[in-house]
């Protein structure tokens, strides 16, 4: 009986990873289209419209841009990755709070080991 328990928790934990997605959110600009984000991201506009469920978008809304650099690409390519940070490029965790409400190191007595970034409950987190 252990053992079906054991193997219907790993089961679920699998499957529930299997639909995360790879990618970011960016914000809408004035004048930009899912042909113009495509294009700036190098991302098929089909795959970007399919991401976001083919809704209409416009200027100020969150769109997800699907992207292979994700947590699996970035192993298999660390030259990549290095590139990327090299050129600024840094997907901020949350995308509707830009603050930090508590840095690393000394708090309350005790070490802090990490940054605390305050958002709405429900929030899109994009890594942890």
Request: proline content about 5%.
């Amino acid at each position: 009986m252990r053992r079906i328990w054991t193997l219907l928790l790993i089961l679920i934990f699998v499957s529930s990873c299997a639909g995360m997605k790879s990618g970011k959110y960016v914000q809408v600009g004035p004048d930009q289209n899912y042909r113009k984000l495509a294009s700036a991201f190098k991302v098929p506009e089909w795959q970007i419209r399919q991401a976001n469920e083919n809704k209409a978008i416009s200027s100020g809304d969150w769109v997800f841009i699907p992207q292979n650099w994700g947590l699996m690409g970035q192993m298999m390519n660390q030259e990549e990755t290095g590139a990327a940070f090299a050129r600024g490029e840094f997907l901020w965790p949350v995308p509707s709070s830009k603050r930090i409400s508590s840095e690393f190191g000394h708090r309350w007595g005790k070490n802090h080991e990490g940054i605390d970034i305050p958002a709405r409950r429900g929030a899109h987190i994009l890594a942890a």
